[in-house]
């Protein structure tokens, strides 16, 4: 019997350092994510997430990774390049979430919403309107497998940066330059009906600013903006929200490729 437990040692040896070597990769891109990571979520749970992920990505990339070292230097120089990745990974998912804060943050300044803030899935403050379409976003995501989208996003990002590869700067620049972008721009154009009716109020409101200087203007205003603004939330949300999850889906199913 322990001769038998002696042969299946190094089989077991190999299979833990394979399931550490991606726990700490699978670990990074959970801290950060969209919903997995949110700060609302207990650490516990996303302790048990990585764990659970680990276990479905590990046997698809088991082949790539590498015998364990034998110095702590070479688990330095192999692990701390996942931990990097990882975050990298995780981070430009996140930025789908920045898209619905600044379209919030954006739909609620035009509309003279800022000042009415609801609860926060971070750590900072943010107005109502974005903390509505975060949390909507994030549930349309899980209802949309998001879990399984996760871990063939998971898989696919070795493809990109292997096992103990460290990020080359020319692709953290291009990859992560254009990812914001693109999400600077899907925030500004889910605010676009908030900022078009803003325009439209401001234009109006100086007509007849010009027409009637002794009215206050301003004060007749701020009622209707206000009310129209959460009218056209009402009306526009369920839209804006299948421009993003159509979006995110899009990008979940070609990672860094080019939008549509």
Do not use: C, K
Request: no cysteine; hydrophobic share 60%; net charge negative.
């Amino acid at each position: 019997m322990i001769e038998q437990l002696v042969i299946l040692l190094p089989l077991s040896q190999a299979a833990l350092w394979t399931g550490f070597a991606v726990f700490v990769r699978v670990g990074a891109i959970l801290s950060v994510m969209p919903g997995f990571g949110d700060q609302t979520v207990p650490v516990r749970v996303r302790l048990v997430l990585s764990f659970m992920f680990t276990l479905v990505v590990a046997p698809a990339v088991a082949d790539q990774i590498g015998p364990m070292p034998t110095s702590q230097i070479g688990f330095t120089v192999l692990l701390l390049p996942e931990v990097l990745a990882g975050l990298f990974f995780g981070i430009v998912l996140r930025f789908f979430v920045f898209a619905l804060q600044i379209a919030g943050s954006i739909a609620a300044q035009s509309t003279s919403l800022s000042q009415i803030f609801g609860g926060s899935a971070g750590a900072d403050p943010q107005p109502a309107i974005a903390h509505l379409y975060v949390v909507a976003g994030t549930a349309l995501a899980a209802l949309m497998g998001l879990h399984v989208q996760a871990a063939a996003y998971m898989i696919s990002g070795y493809a990109m940066v292997p096992f103990g590869t460290l990020l080359d700067a020319e692709t953290l620049l291009s990859v992560g330059l254009g990812e914001a972008g693109r999400a600077f721009g899907l925030g500004f154009t889910l605010a676009a009906p908030f900022v078009i009716a803003s325009l439209l109020y401001n234009v109006v409101l100086g007509v007849i600013n010009r027409a009637m200087p002794q009215l206050m203007v301003s004060f007749v205003g701020a009622p209707a903006i206000t009310a129209g603004g959460l009218a056209l939330l009402l009306i526009s949300a369920p839209a804006l929200l299948g421009l993003w999850i159509v979006a995110f889906q899009d990008f979940m199913a070609s990672p860094f490729g080019p939008w549509p």
